[in-house]
């Protein structure tokens, strides 16, 4: 079995050291890797379980984006291993999704579209737990499978500046309601990912308001480029491959369900 690390971004809790203690039982893991941040605790360190510690960016982002940016960015860098898995710090995969998605991993990630100036990138196609088909360059942002020279150029991205949070003050669960003042955060991900194959993309990176916002004027124009691209650059794990554990959302009464609002498979 090829060796794999995983990159645990995100808030630090004792939740974490469950998922990262769940994963090392998983056979083809190599190390965690818990990325977060340099103010926080310091943790217990333990066997095959690394901790980088970043300095907060000026700005969290609309969303938190900028944490997660930097924070997967320095972790993913961290990788020992020539793939790796980037998943989240208050979700836990079980041992079956994981080992199901190894296996679909390595017998679908070859490469479809190439990078625009560079035909030698990317090396591998990045798996992702589904598209979002209503909205722009967005995949699910739970988990990301990908060659780890990939997964750095994914979030190796400039951080958003002057964003809604530093504008006005709305909570993190009211965001939704101010989507035609900012750009979600996979669109923004995806967009800055997908220029790499289209440098049409960076022209509308340049507008956000006029092309990547909610209900923005060039809108539909934007969609046709992102429907063209984004799925022979990532490409989604079905949804017989996908069963997590969601606790932020348990005290909330939510069902979490990847049938809605989602295309997996392609």
């Given at each position: 079995?090829?060796?794999?690390?995983?990159?645990?971004?995100?808030?630090?809790?004792?939740?974490?050291?469950?998922?990262?203690?769940?994963?090392?039982?998983?056979?083809?893991?190599?190390?965690?890797?818990?990325?977060?941040?340099?103010?926080?605790?310091?943790?217990?360190?333990?066997?095959?379980?690394?901790?980088?510690?970043?300095?907060?960016?000026?700005?969290?982002?609309?969303?938190?984006?900028?944490?997660?940016?930097?924070?997967?960015?320095?972790?993913?860098?961290?990788?020992?291993?020539?793939?790796?898995?980037?998943?989240?710090?208050?979700?836990?995969?079980?041992?079956?999704?994981?080992?199901?998605?190894?296996?679909?991993?390595?017998?679908?990630?070859?490469?479809?579209?190439?990078?625009?100036?560079?035909?030698k990138k990317p090396h591998n196609r990045i798996l992702v737990a589904g598209v979002y088909p209503n909205l722009l360059f967005a995949v699910r942002d739970h988990i990301f499978w990908g060659q780890v020279d990939d997964l750095i150029e994914l979030f190796n991205i400039p951080l958003e500046h002057n964003s809604l949070i530093d504008k006005i003050r709305v909570p993190k669960e009211r965001l939704g309601n101010y989507c035609e003042y900012f750009t979600r955060t996979e669109t923004y991900l995806g967009a800055h990912y997908c220029s790499n194959f289209n440098d049409e993309i960076n022209r509308l990176l340049l507008k956000p308001e006029e092309h990547l916002y909610d209900n923005a004027i060039y809108w539909y124009y934007a969609k046709e480029v992102s429907d063209n691209i984004t799925y022979s650059i990532f490409k989604s794990f079905p949804k017989s491959a996908i069963n997590l554990e969601w606790v932020r959302w348990k005290d909330y009464g939510f069902n979490f369900n990847f049938e809605d609002h989602i295309v997996t498979g392609k």
């Open positions: 079995m090829e060796k794999i690390d995983i990159v645990i971004q995100g808030q630090y809790t004792d939740y974490t050291d469950h998922i990262a203690d769940s994963y090392l039982d998983i056979p083809f893991v190599n190390k965690v890797i818990i990325s977060w941040w340099r103010e926080n605790k310091t943790p217990k360190e333990r066997r095959r379980i690394k901790f980088i510690r970043s300095e907060y960016p000026c700005s969290h982002g609309t969303d938190n984006k900028n944490l997660q940016i930097v924070s997967s960015l320095n972790g993913l860098k961290s990788c020992e291993t020539n793939f790796a898995v980037k998943t989240r710090s208050d979700q836990k995969f079980t041992y079956d999704s994981m080992m199901k998605m190894y296996d679909f991993f390595f017998d679908h990630n070859q490469r479809g579209s190439l990078y625009q100036y560079n035909y």
